[in-house]
């Protein structure tokens, strides 16, 4: 496993710390999935994410959970905000036209405009021949040019992050991130981010753990009906 820079950070400042937080950077550190939790390196460490609902074993009928960022309080409590909703669309409307390919599986949609630097973003496979590469691209929420007025990737839009297997790269190519899905789904985070590109990383890191455990689900089914 790729080794962070070293940091001895175990919670990231709120959003609200400075005149402009948007501008303040996150340092390296690696991320844990509990339960409904993310935390920095170990479990007994402060929450520093919080899930409306345990991402690494939802079924495909779950089709949103909402991301909110644990800010620390002067007191030692925590404060949740709620930054993103996570979102899947299985089908494109009613559940009988197979969803377009430019539509996305799984998106990220902003809960509120008014934090600088989010954006709303969606998992793209490329459909090459023995690529396994992810891009992450804008996506409209109002579909304003989709056929069935649903979420769609920004035509002509210049990717945000690449994912080549396990790992994250940005817009430039520079690799910011890797994660592993071992017995407990880690996300080592190697580059100091924005606070916005940091979150946006968090959330789409999240909806692809939700992926991979609803494709290995799928698969333990296939397998129980073929009699496997």
Not at 106 to 114: D, G, N, V
Not at 169 to 197: C, F, K, N, Y
């Amino acid at each position: 496993m790729t080794k962070p820079r070293d940091s001895t950070e175990t919670s990231l400042p709120p959003y609200d710390a400075i005149s402009q937080p948007y501008q303040e950077v996150c340092p390296p550190t690696t991320l844990v999935i509990v339960g409904q939790s993310i935390h920095a390196l170990t479990a007994d460490s402060p929450v520093l994410y919080h899930l409306s609902l345990g991402i690494s074993s939802l079924s495909d009928i779950t089709t949103e959970v909402e991301l909110s960022r644990v800010e620390p309080k002067q007191d030692g409590s925590g404060r949740q905000r709620h930054i993103y909703d996570l979102r899947y669309m299985r089908s494109g409307p009613g559940g009988y036209v197979k969803l377009p390919s430019d539509s996305p599986h799984y998106f990220i949609e902003r809960a509120s405009r008014r934090v600088p630097g989010l954006q709303d973003l969606g998992l793209k496979k490329s459909r090459l021949p023995g690529k396994t590469c992810t891009t992450v691209l804008p996506v409209d929420i109002r579909g304003k040019t989709s056929k069935y007025s649903i979420p769609n990737f920004v035509k002509d839009s210049a990717p945000v992050f690449s994912i080549n297997k396990n790992r994250w790269a940005d817009a430039q190519g520079a690799l910011i991130a890797s994660m592993h899905d071992t017995t407990e789904h880690s996300l080592v985070v190697t580059a100091a981010l924005p606070r916005a590109q940091f979150d946006m990383l968090v959330a789409l890191w999240c909806c692809k753990v939700w992926e991979s455990g609803v494709a290995n689900a799928e698969k333990v089914h296939e397998g129980i009906d073929g009699g496997e």
